[in-house]
């Protein structure tokens, strides 16, 4: 921490050294109180290896009502740290059988070739292109 180190090579006091580095006294004093979750992870996998289908929100109710866990973002937080995923559903195959080319009718056909008759005829004569 560079509040620390301006402490302890420079002299200062806590609050100037906290002033100078731009950090609020109370960051520099803070630290962590994260519980263990040994036994939590480890009924977590226990679970999760019986009740293979459930993911981590049904997970989560059955750890409460065995009174291990009260927030449902530790529990997700432990599920993606053991690397416990349910298994990812494959997509479904499509229509069996050979795809054809929907035939035209023949009116279809005759339509198709006025269109394109009356295209060419109403270029000038001239239009060969740039």
Excluded at 89 to 115: E, Q
Aim: with cysteine; proline share 3%; charged share 30%.
């Amino acid at each position: 921490m560079a509040a620390s180190h301006v402490v302890r090579s420079i002299g200062l006091s806590i609050r100037k050294a906290c002033v100078l580095v731009g950090l609020s006294r109370t960051a520099y004093g803070y630290q962590r109180h994260r519980a263990d979750d040994t036994v939590l992870r480890n009924r977590l996998k226990d679970l999760a290896g019986q009740r293979k289908r459930f993911g981590s929100p049904r997970l989560h109710i059955m750890l409460k009502r065995e009174r291990l866990v009260v927030n449902h973002k530790r529990t997700e937080r432990l599920y993606k740290e053991e690397g416990l995923a349910l298994r990812r559903k494959r997509s479904r195959k499509g229509a069996a059988g050979a795809r054809m080319a929907i035939p035209l009718h023949r009116n279809d056909r005759i339509s198709v070739g006025r269109w394109i008759l009356s295209l060419t005829a109403s270029l000038p004569a001239d239009a060969s292109g740039p």
